[in-house]
């Protein structure tokens, strides 16, 4: 039978996995509305924002009651304070493909370089983040990690691809630049991305690798070498 102790931390796990999910829709949805031309998509993606902003504060809510009415065990206790950290990581993606969705009705570009690209590459790398914290993969977990370098290199791509054009014409800056912010954006989705999983890592393993030497981004690109 299912103690009330154990509903509630399912209904915290629901709620987050749930975020998650509202937020790679809305990356997803951003890219889209950027690529199709499509404004009224975009402001849908806006107004999603809100709800997982909501949902943010609703989980907020239940791990707060949850540590001030109970005395969790340490694996517990991990999961809830993991769970608040992850929570303002997907709530951050969410802000992210808002900006990119507000950004989408603000230039006339119709090239995307590397976009399409890199919002795929995200896609599966919310996806992979959440999946983990159903079920921890410590080598899918490191592999989030790698494929950000990927993903960090594309954007330096844009960047190039970018100055390229406003070289050749000027006049075209402004949406050009816009195009740019967008590819940031999408670049720190997927920072936000690692740092959920090695959120979960801690979780899982109680081992803490955000700032561990091994797995920072100069050595995860040696390693790949």
């Known amino acids: 039978m299912t103690t009330f102790f154990e509903h509630n931390l399912e209904n915290v796990k629901s709620k987050l996995l749930l975020m998650g999910q509202l937020a790679n829709e809305s990356v997803k949805g ?32 239940s791990v ?28 951050r993606i969410g802000d992210e493909a808002k900006a990119i969705a507000k950004r989408s009705c603000k230039t006339t570009m119709h ?42 290199q594309l954007h330096k791509d ?17 949406s050009v630049f816009e195009v ?6 999408l670049e720190r989705v997927c920072d936000h991305a690692v740092n959920i999983s090695k959120e979960i890592f801690f979780m899982a393993t109680s081992r803490d690798v955000r700032h561990a030497p091994e797995y920072k981004k100069a050595a995860l690109r040696r390693d790949l070498k």
């Open 30 to 61: 951003a890219v889209q509305a950027l690529v199709e031309g499509d404004s009224v998509l975009a402001k849908a993606v806006r107004a999603k924002d809100e709800e997982i902003d909501d949902l943010e504060n609703e989980l907020s809510g």
């Open 64 to 91: 707060t009651t949850y540590l001030s009415t109970h005395a969790p065990v340490a694996a517990d206790l991990r999961l809830l304070v993991a769970t608040m950290k992850i929570s303002h990581e997907i709530e």
């Open 111 to 152: 090239e995307f370089h590397g976009i399409p690209q890199m919002a795929n590459i995200a896609h599966d790398m919310i996806r992979d983040a959440l999946s983990i914290f159903v079920e921890f993969d410590e080598d899918k977990a490191k592999s989030i990690w790698t494929t950000d370098l990927e993903v960090d």
């Open 158 to 174: 844009n960047n190039k691809f970018c100055q390229t054009l406003v070289e050749k014409d000027p006049t075209v800056a402004s």
């Open 180 to 185: 740019l912010f967008i590819s940031k954006s």
